[in-house]
């Protein structure tokens, strides 16, 4: 799922900049940027709106101000030349505080961030299927599984076939809860029971893991949890 995001900002070249850096990311989707917090809430009001890059040094209202505002804010991303806030921002439980010039490995940092906490709020989601949309639980999902045109969802009480893209759920899904070990499946860590060879066993499930990428899966299923002599 995309982060839906705003600007915030009254500088034509700190927009730009923001604009371009969030073109890159994948996982982002601008839904509109503005030079005032006054044109910024009337979209707040109207959409949903998950991350909110805001300067705080505006004309006629900070940052600041029209954080505080706001009795339902999205998540925000200060973006100021002036460091001098950045106590009084965290305060207002803000997800980071950039000092321009911004680079994008700063940028990367904080917006992962955006990622990781809108991961960790959400518990469940819905896919279309069969005519009708079914909520799947994260905890329920046993593996993913890539069938041509579609995917299927196992979870411990059925299997879900849907029109999606295997990318699509593999981006979708929380990386510290699931791993692709092969190009046609993806696991969750948690249900993994066994391994043998290049198999992993989920319950009576066998599913193959990759030659390619094999290191990296055992690395990340491991993850200093095996106990030896």
Excluded: W
């Excluded at 707040?44 to 900070?62: K, S, V």
């Amino acid at each position: 799922m995309k982060i839906r995001c705003i600007i915030v900002d009254d500088e034509p070249l700190a927009r730009k900049g923001l604009k371009e850096y969030i073109a890159d990311v994948s996982f982002l989707e601008l839904a509109g940027e503005y030079d005032s917090p006054v044109k910024a809430a009337e979209i707040l009001q109207q959409e949903q709106i998950d991350l909110m890059f805001l300067d705080i040094q505006m004309p006629r209202m900070t940052g600041i101000e029209f954080l505080r505002s706001l009795p339902q804010p999205p998540q925000v991303i200060f973006t100021t030349a002036y460091p001098d806030y950045a106590v009084e921002s965290f305060e207002l439980n803000v997800l980071d505080y950039l000092v321009k010039p911004i680079s994008f490995e700063r940028f990367m940092k904080a917006v992962l961030k955006a990622k990781n906490q809108q991961k960790n709020t959400t518990s469940y989601f819905f896919i279309k299927c069969d005519n009708k949309l079914e909520k799947i639980a994260y905890q329920d999902i046993l593996y993913a599984e890539a069938l041509q045109n579609y995917v299927a969802i196992h979870t411990s009480s059925r299997k879900f076939i849907t029109y999606l893209t295997f990318k699509g759920v593999e981006d979708y899904l929380p990386a510290d809860q699931f791993v692709k070990v092969h190009k046609s499946f993806i696991v969750a860590l948690d249900k993994i029971d066994s391994i043998e060879g290049n198999e992993l066993l989920v319950g009576p499930h066998h599913i193959p893991i990759s030659r390619n990428l094999k290191e990296e899966v055992m690395e990340k299923i491991l993850n200093n949890r095996y106990l030896k002599r």
